[in-house]
């Protein structure tokens, strides 16, 4: 499938009012307004009656939102999910077809292009106001295959769709003076692509979307793999102000392991005594810095939650001193955002079930060179394959690290056809007294986001054969879950909303262990290493694949 965008024009203006009748007086911009266009005065005593809705008014969101429900649901033969309302499916034509609406906003996601177009049309018809039939103007915008969706970034490729948030964070470091070294990836000329790849040892010439080299596979079935595009047999296809190539250069990413913050500071991050907002010492800090504590803390959060799982456990914890910093703090979260430097053009990738054949003309992400991390000193592999369209979770909890009231941590990400599409790092409500009991909790947490997800998928024509895995790396809790055990000393203390995971497993979740060194979700349980941390997180976005998609002839 292809991802296309489209844009509702004076999307709120397109929705009827209340239905209470509202007025609004004549000002002068609307005198002036009135007297040029119909050469004319009006009368200043006179009020205007309001027909639609207005921006800024408290219920022109939802006037529009039903308006484009009645559009999409009643007149077009779409059907949304119960808990998710702005996500559509339809069968258009024998050929299914996904539209996500965000206010003004639509992705469709389908296989031509014609298809796109005619439903963005078919919108914009039942959309027209009255004068705008008369020159036959639609208020919507098709704005083709997307590049960017709502300020994250969508990288199409043949072999994956990744979402990346690179762009946000260029203008980021760039407001912080912090863009220094960074590459701008505007500026490649067709000289500079023929550079680029003749400094990677590729030919120009080389075949579209072909696989260059396949390396040798180790015994896991997952590869190092290296991809080569013909950039020469685009180029006729682009335009060079607004289409230019966007690359995926693997010279952009770390090369050596590196993680957001260490994994010896939990106790110095708890420990550390910082200043309240707007006091002198407080102020001191953020002069030395250069940056305030909350702002470029929500700049970050931006990240984690659009396309970062990796800063699941770091971003967390260090806005729990958002209101009191001290200096470590700020060392670590300027840690967060150099780390980000140097990973910036990491995202999140969906693998293809099978890869296209040719990318679409002019519109595509070239990918340039892309390795894929390898491990073979594990003793025990990770034999576990995301990349289908069965879901799967994966759930840890670190006992007792948060030091302020030695409550545990909650990390969990539920993976679909290669990336996480929800991950979690969460410190939980109660104290634990015991890792069994933590890990417990965490589970219930997991099963509940299961059955939505699960939810979600079964209207959208994906539903899940079989209960949902769920990876775990405690025994004990595995076993009160799925053996439907009395509770246990460490856990029959609990609240006995926990135990209704009992009634869930082996019909909507089953739990199934994972040696602790191959779960991913440890990641957002507390501050790893450098190697384990992207191990762990560069598996749940998607950056490794199984070398089984690439071998596939046909075309998605």
């Known amino acids: 499938m292809i991802l296309f965008g489209a844009d509702i024009i004076d999307a709120y203006a397109h929705s009827p009012s ?5 007025y609004l007086t004549i000002d002068d911009a609307y005198y002036d307004w009135y007297l040029q266009k119909f050469g004319k005065k009006i009368n ?16 022109a969101g939802r006037n529009f939102m039903k308006t484009m429900d009645h559009i999409l649901l009643q007149k077009m033969g779409f059907r949304t999910t119960t808990h998710n309302r702005c996500v559509y499916f339809k069968i258009h034509e024998n050929e299914p077809v996904f539209l996500l609406r965000q206010v003004d906003d639509i992705l469709l996601a389908c296989r031509k292009q014609k298809t796109a177009e005619d439903l963005t ?3 914009g018809t039942h959309l027209q106001l009255e004068n705008e039939k008369k020159v036959n103007k639609l208020p919507i915008e098709f704005m083709g295959v997307v590049s960017e969706f709502n300020g994250v970034d969508i990288n199409q490729t043949v072999f994956y769709v990744e979402q990346t948030c690179e762009s946000y964070l260029r203008r980021l470091f760039k407001s912080h003076g912090w863009a220094d070294d960074i590459k701008s990836i505007e500026d490649h000329s067709d000289q500079a ?9 590729l030919p120009s010439d080389a075949t579209i979307a072909a696989l260059n080299r396949l390396e040798a596979t180790n ?15 685009l180029k006729p296809n682009l335009d060079p102000k607004k289409n230019i190539p966007r690359f995926i250069d693997v010279r952009e990413f770390s090369d050596k392991p590196i993680s957001p913050i260490p994994s010896d500071t939990i106790d110095k991050i708890y420990s550390e005594q910082g200043f309240r907002e707007n006091t002198p010492e407080h102020q001191a800090l ?11 803390l929500g700049e970050l959060m931006y990240a984690y939650v659009t396309c970062r799982a990796d800063l699941s456990y770091s971003v967390t914890t260090l806005s729990k001193f958002s209101t009191c910093p001290g200096e470590y703090h700020f060392h670590l979260l300027k840690g967060v955002a150099m780390y980000l430097k140097k990973t910036i053009n990491w995202g999140i990738r969906f693998h293809r079930p099978r890869y296209m054949k040719e990318p679409y003309p002019g519109a595509f992400s070239i990918v340039v060179n892309h390795v894929l991390p390898d491990d073979s000193n594990l003793e025990k592999t990770f034999d576990i394959d995301i990349n289908t369209i069965q879901l799967k979770a994966f759930v840890d909890a670190s006992h007792g690290n948060d030091l302020r009231k030695r409550r545990s941590t909650t990390g969990l990400a539920f993976t679909f056809i290669g990336g996480a599409v929800v991950y979690q790092s969460k410190t939980q409500s109660i104290t634990a007294l ?9 589970a219930h947490s997991a099963a509940r986001v299961a059955r939505f997800l699960r939810c979600v998928l079964q209207q959208l024509g994906f539903a899940q054969k079989g209960p949902t895995p769920i990876f775990i790396d405690n025994q004990p809790a595995l076993k009160i879950i799925n053996d439907n055990c009395c509770p246990t000393e460490r856990v029959r203390h609990m609240d006995i909303r926990f135990f209704q995971i009992q009634d869930w497993a082996h019909k909507d979740i089953i739990m199934k262990h994972i040696p602790g060194v191959n779960n991913p979700s440890d990641d957002a349980t507390k501050p790893l290493g450098a190697v384990l941390h992207c191990r762990h997180c560069r598996r749940l976005m998607g950056h490794y694949c199984n070398r089984k998609i690439y071998n596939q002839s046909s075309a998605d």
């Open 193 to 201: 692509i023929d550079e680029e790849l003749e400094d990677l040892g």
């Open 44 to 59: 200043r005593k006179f009020v205007l009656p309001i027909r639609m809705s207005l921006q800024g008014s408290p219920t």
């Open 286 to 296: 953020e002069e030395k810095y250069g940056f305030g504590y909350r702002n470029l």
């Open 219 to 233: 015994h896991q079935g997952y590869s190092p793999l290296q991809e080569t595009v013909n950039v020469s047999k």
């Open 434 to 442: 015991s890792s069994t009991e933590a890990e417990f909790i965490a």
């Open 18 to 22: 209340t239905g209470v009748e509202t």
């Open 121 to 123: 049309n078919l919108i």
